[in-house]
Structures are given as structure tokens and as C-alpha cells.
């Protein structure tokens, strides 16, 4: 599988449930997220932007995503169910055939554009790696079926080998009847 056939095996509206645990506040979190994955079109000011800013070439054939997502996050007493939304332009560069970069125009662990590397393992599972200033993040997302998806994540301190956060998630397709 390449970084084209992963994402658009990935298109479509997905329920999110994912925990997340603060080692560093020992804090355990909890989140119901409704994604949606769609192909951006080429003429997409955001998309055009994102390659100009980032000095792609359109002569390359480069397919960007769009992700939305509406979250309810359980954080802590005085926030719950507070709710959290966003989108982000993702658009892959392969290097070869498995590996490549994702220019992100926000990042997951922080909201600020990120260049991330990625790699396809022979499984099919993705690993996104974003480094931001002073942490980084390693994402792994793979398919347990077409209508189920898995993601883990693993936020360390780039000084230190210190383990910041962790998470898990399950993402069950929506299908339309």
C-alpha cells in the first residue's frame, strides 16, 4: 500500500473514540470525535497556499486531504464535554514507494503547520513522525477492516527521553444506509 491508497481507503466519516493519558499530569482523558476525511480539490485556495508556502512544485502529483474533525473531550471537572474543532490540509510527498513526508497545515499534537515523516510498513500500517520545537509525536494508524481503523500515539520530550503522553483510539466508519 502507498501513502495515496492508505488515505483514500481512509476517505469518509469516521467515529472516533480515544483515550488519552498525561503521564506527566497523570491525567487520563477521554474523547468522541466525528472525522471526516475528503479528497481537496487541486483549485483549493488552502491547498495552492500550502504548496506555495512550502515550495512544492504543481508540476508533481500531489493529492492533499482535507481533515475536519467536532470533538467532546473529558479532560478535567471544570471543562467537561468541552467541545473542540478543526480541519487540516494534509499533503503527501513520496520519497519512495513507503516513505515520504505529509506537509500538515496543523499539526496533531500542536496546532501549528509541521512537515512530518511518514512510513508504510509492509502490514499497511502508517507511521507519522512530527517533530514541533520541543516535543515529537509518533502516530500509528492502520486497518483493522475497511469500516475500522486503529491510531496510537507516543508524545516524547525532544531533550529527553521522557514520555509525555499517550493515546488510543478506535475509528468505526459511519455507513450511510
Not at 101 to 121: F, N
Not at 160 to 169: E, F, K, N
Request: hydrophobic content about 35%; glycine content about 4%.
Amino acid at each position: 500500500m502507498n501513502i495515496d491508497e492508505f488515505f483514500l481507503k481512509s476517505v469518509g466519516e469516521w467515529n472516533s473514540m480515544r483515550s488519552g493519558h498525561s503521564l506527566a499530569f497523570q491525567e487520563f482523558e477521554e474523547i468522541r470525535s466525528r472525522i471526516k476525511i475528503i479528497p481537496a480539490k487541486s483549485n483549493d485556495s488552502r491547498v495552492i497556499k500550502l504548496l506555495k508556502d512550502n515550495l512544492v512544485t504543481t508540476n508533481q502529483e500531489n493529492k492533499a486531504f482535507l481533515i475536519s474533525w467536532d470533538a467532546k473531550s473529558e479532560w478535567s471537572e471544570k471543562n467537561q464535554k468541552e467541545k473542540l474543532s478543526g480541519e487540516s490540509i494534509l499533503l503527501p510527498i513520496k520519497f519512495s514507494k513507503t516513505e515520504g513526508k505529509i506537509i500538515r497545515s496543523v499539526g496533531y499534537t500542536e496546532a501549528i503547520p509541521v512537515i512530518s515523516l511518514y512510513k508504510i510498513l509492509e502490514d499497511g500500517t502508517l507511521i507519522i513522525h512530527s517533530s514541533y520545537d520541543h516535543i515529537c509525536t509518533e502516530e500509528r494508524i492502520w486497518f483493522v477492516s475497511n469500516n475500522l481503523r486503529s491510531r496510537s500515539s507516543v508524545t516524547k520530550a525532544i531533550n529527553s527521553s521522557a514520555i509525555l503522553q499517550t493515546s488510543y483510539a478506535s475509528e468505526i466508519r459511519f455507513i450511510k444506509k
